[in-house]
């Protein structure tokens, strides 16, 4: 799975958010994340942007496997995503 390009936008303070980090760490995924709920001023406008323009609904957690979109916790989506 090191070859998938996998990055999570999620929350300090949501339940989903880290169940998700748990599931890709206990998949052994190298991921990259962000708690937008932690950035200040310009940093976390951009991060917001950012996952707007995937996710315009802006909720948590918003993950992305390379490119696709997944919004909300969905194990059985993510393990998919993963495997192909």
């Known amino acids: 799975m090191a070859d998938k390009k996998v990055f999570l936008y999620a929350l300090s303070t949501c339940i989903w958010c880290r169940r998700t980090k748990e599931l890709l760490t206990a998949l052994g995924v190298d991921y990259d994340f ?10 976390k406008e951009k991060a917001v ?6 996710n315009p609904s802006r909720s948590f957690p918003t993950v992305l496997i390379n490119g696709t979109v997944i919004v909300g916790f969905q194990e059985a989506r993510i393990r998919e995503l993963l495997q192909k």
């Not at 962000?34 to 940093?43: H, I, K, P």
């Not at 942007?49 to 995937?54: D, T």
């Open 34 to 43: 962000v708690f937008v709920d932690t950035l200040q001023g310009a940093e």
């Open 49 to 54: 942007a950012e996952m707007a323009r995937h």
